[in-house]
């Protein structure tokens, strides 16, 4: 099978290896297509992402969809033949973030493409896939591949929306609207917000989002006066969604904050320590909180998506062939020309 391996930054070779077996109560998918996330990006572009740097060949990919090539023993929930989107996280399900239902932080987790632990923990960009059949989730016949590999993505915007409570009738602003900041556009809106505004420094990005049927869109560099008029009378919105892991941006997003709000941290930074306005957070009681991954909303993102309750057509830019795997790379760090980038065989 063919494989797409990072040997270091800017590092990618594509190489052949022997098909996985499956195993009892595992399943062999033939790949169908995966998305480019800013973490495969961060890795291909850096060697690393936040705390996790490389320390051997890792196969990247973890927003992959399928077809059941073969079923191995015990399991009955999928067939041969079946599109699934394959969930990539492995939590160990024993551990005690586990056992209070929080799996998504699990102290053992195995998630795809992942320099996380060591051994790394191998990913999906590969022409054959063996998971639990646990992880895999059937989708119909008639879903779009790509649509389908938009389940882990969207689970991220849908945990993040969890974590900051109902929406229904608030005001939402989103930084920075790459492929998690659209897509926490679109969970907005569907759990109820009343008023969303979104923030980037890239033109391109904030054309896409006005498409999506956002209520303001503003370029955080070159409209500075628009940003700061949201910090007036101690903040604007009851909840910011802040998805660029930009220093600048989160000090923004915390003044944007109206008093007794939350700022919804979904954007890793690209360096180890920002500076935080705690004073300022205390004083109006803006809580902070972290957004990790998903555990329970992966389901709810391939229902919605199969369902066609979320549309992420419009977000779908570019596809692959594997064999064009740096390519696709180099396209999906051009925030002027993509958003979502796919690979397929």
């Known amino acids: ?130 998971a639990t059949e646990a992880q895999c989730f059937v989708v119909p016949q008639s879903c779009d591949f790509r649509i389908a590999a938009m389940a882990e993505p969207l689970a991220v915007a849908l945990h993040a929306v969890r974590r900051a409570g109902s929406l229904v009738g608030k005001s939402v602003l989103v930084t920075g609207v790459g492929p998690i900041g659209s897509l926490l556009v679109l969970a907005a809106k569907r759990a109820g917000a009343a008023h969303i505004a979104v923030t980037d420094v890239a033109d391109a990005a904030l054309k896409r989002a006005e498409a999506l049927g956002i209520d303001e869109a503003v370029n955080a560099v070159a409209s500075p006066e628009k940003v700061e008029a949201w910090y007036a009378n101690k903040g604007t919105f009851d909840v910011t969604f802040e998805c660029s892991g930009n220093a600048a941006a989160i000090a923004s997003a915390i003044q944007a904050t109206a008093s007794g709000g939350c700022v919804v941290q979904v954007g890793m930074l690209g360096v180890p320590t920002a500076d935080i306005a705690v004073n300022r957070m205390v004083s109006r009681e803006v809580d902070w909180l972290g957004a990790f991954r998903f555990d329970g909303e992966y389901g709810a993102a391939v229902h919605e998506l ?30 002027s020309q993509s958003m979502k980038v796919h690979l397929t065989f």
């Not at 063919?2 to 800017?10: E, H, I, Q, R, S």
Request: hydrophobic content about 40%; overall charge positive; glycine content about 14%.
């Open 1 to 130: 099978m063919l494989m797409a391996m990072l040997y270091g930054a800017k590092d990618l070779r594509l190489e052949r290896g022997d098909d996985p077996v499956v195993g009892p109560g595992q399943v062999k998918i033939r790949f169908g297509a995966g998305g480019i996330c800013g973490s495969d990006l961060s890795y291909y572009g850096k060697g690393r992402i936040g705390d996790f740097s490389l320390m051997q060949p890792l196969c990247l990919g973890h927003e992959v969809s399928g077809e059941v090539d073969e079923v191995g023993a015990g399991v009955t929930r999928v067939k041969k033949g079946d599109r699934v989107a394959i969930n990539p996280n492995q939590p160990c399900r024993v551990c005690r973030t586990c056992k209070v239902g929080k799996g998504h932080i699990c102290l053992a987790m195995n998630f795809y493409g992942s320099a996380a632990l060591f051994p790394h923990i191998q990913g999906i960009f590969r022409e054959v896939i063996v």
């Open 306 to 335: 199969a369902s066609g309750a979320i549309d992420v057509s419009s977000l779908l830019t570019h596809s692959y062939k594997m064999s064009a795997a740096n390519d696709a790379f180099l396209m999906a760090a051009d925030r």
